[in-house]
Nanobody, 124 residues
Framework: VQLQASGGGTVQPGGSLRLSCAASGRTFDRYAMGWFRQAPGKERDFVAAISASGDSTHYADSVKGRFTISRDNAKNAVYLQMNSLKVEDAAVYYC??????????????????WGQGTQVTVSS
């Protein structure tokens, strides 16, 4: 099973990016999917998660109202629309499937595996 995150890049503060995560395997629609981020020298932090069915979401307070997570189970894909980006949003962003169908888990150990991340840089 593989995960491939993409869509990162460099934007100015206030800009937008849309991250995508493509997953292989037959069990994609059984598990919630999460996005995490990790800045240099810091721990991997929860950003957002979406339920297995896509009908419920959960966000870190720091991104609430600016980021939107969505998924397309037919395409085995999850997305993160990031608007009004701030310098402090800069990090490597990772997607991961949860052990659960609910999106209300925000610790890294509650997610099954990780793929390569995608770098987001926010700089003027």
């Amino acid at each position: 099973v593989q995960l491939q995150a993409s869509g990162g890049g460099t934007v100015q503060p206030g800009g937008s990016l849309r991250l995508s995560c493509a997953a292989s395997g037959r069990t994609f629609d059984r598990y919630a999917m999460g996005w995490f981020r990790q800045a240099p020298g810091k721990e991997r932090d929860f950003v957002a998660a979406i339920s297995a069915s896509g009908d419920s979401t959960h966000y870190a307070d720091s991104v609430k109202g600016r980021f939107t997570i969505s998924r397309d189970n037919a395409k085995n894909a999850v997305y993160l629309q990031m608007n009004s980006l701030k310098v402090e949003d800069a990090a490597v962003y990772y997607c991961a499937p949860s052990y659960y169908s609910s999106p209300y888990y925000k610790e890294a150990y509650q997610y099954r595996y990780w793929g390569q991340g995608t770098q987001v840089t926010v700089s003027s």
